[in-house]
């Protein structure tokens, strides 16, 4: 099991499927654990009832159907799936409205989904965040020939303890892109990042905002490690291998050549 999750962290994200699929074939009685803790990219499935976008995970699945976070109904239709108390469903609707007017606004993520599913002691929200930045994306805002940005974070909310809960933000990113032009040539860079964030906060303010400001912090410090890791090393290479004709030539002198 270690050797299999140690391989499914060196995949790049467009490969996970494959290779998870091959793994469940070879290690069927670790199918729980793999599927509970690999991160695959993320799907999206339209609610027709509000005719409204959803991404599909593993916290609003049940069976072989997906709760929309919209209507609160399975697709495809499941008669005794899993609901959330009338608690956490209030509180999922107004995060949506929220994540709603975020996307909107930052003009940055395509599709958004908060759901929540009941814990015993508090409960377990799960935000997703998708964009698509090929250049056939709905809207065609992307350039890439493929690629996307997948956000997925994890949030474990303890009970109320003298006006404060602990709040436990595990988030995964995963960034794929591949580019095919005449200007840049055939490029493709692809990667995960993983990290945990743990936290005890008043909740005067009230939950949302609280695992808001978490995720916010959290997800900007993760897009600031791939930009270091990925670009900034990749960058690096490339101009170490392939410098510009403009630079000056470091050829030896001809008084010191062997």
Same mark, same amino acid.
């Given at each position: ?16 499927e494959t290779a998870l699929t091959a793994l469940l074939s ?8 793999? *599927?509970?803790?690999? /991160? ?13 976008? %959803? &991404? ?5 699945? @049940?069976? /072989? ?27 999922? &609707?107004?995060? #949506? ?11 940055? %993520?395509?599709?958004?989904?908060? =759901?929540?599913? /009941? ?7 799960? %935000?997703?965040?998708?964009? @698509?930045?090929?250049? @056939? ?7 890439? #020939? ?9 949030i474990q909310v303890g009970p109320e303890q003298e006006g ?10 995963? +960034?794929?892109?591949?580019? #095919?032009? /005449? ?5 493709? *860079?692809?990667?995960? &990042?993983?990290?945990?964030? !743990?936290?005890? *906060? ?15 912090? +959290?997800?900007? !410090? ?9 670009? =900034? ?26």
């Amino acid at each position: 099991m270690e050797a299999a999750m140690g391989l499914m962290r060196r995949m790049p994200p467009k490969h996970t499927e494959t290779a998870l699929t091959a793994l469940l074939s070879l290690l069927p009685g670790h199918s729980s654990d793999l *599927l509970s803790q690999v /991160d695959q990219p993320l799907k999206v499935l339209r609610d027709g009832e509000n005719e409204k976008e %959803f &991404i599909l995970c593993e916290y609003n699945r @049940d069976a /072989d159907s997906y709760r929309s976070p919209w209507s609160n109904k399975y697709h495809p239709s499941l008669e005794d799936g899993m609901l959330p108390s009338a608690e956490l469903r209030k509180l999922e &609707i107004e995060a #949506n409205d929220i994540f709603t007017i975020y996307r909107i606004t930052k003009v940055v %993520f395509h599709q958004s989904i908060c =759901g929540e599913e /009941d814990d015993k002691q508090g409960f377990v929200a799960c %935000f997703l965040i998708k964009k @698509d930045g090929s250049k @056939d994306a709905h809207g065609k805002r992307g350039y890439l #020939n493929e690629g996307g940005w997948e956000a997925i974070h994890v949030i474990q909310v303890g009970p109320e303890q003298e006006g404060n809960a602990n709040y436990c933000l595990t988030s995964t990113i995963m +960034l794929s892109l591949t580019t #095919n032009s /005449d200007e840049s040539g055939t490029f493709n *860079l692809s990667g995960s &990042i993983r990290r945990q964030m !743990k936290a005890d *906060l008043p909740v005067e303010d009230g939950h949302l905002c609280n695992m808001g400001k978490m995720i916010e912090e +959290l997800e900007g !410090k993760l897009r600031n490690q791939l930009d270091q890791v990925y670009f =900034g090393k990749t960058k690096e290479m490339v101009c170490t291998l392939r410098p510009s004709p403009d630079l000056p030539s470091m050829a030896l002198p001809e008084n010191i050549k062997p």
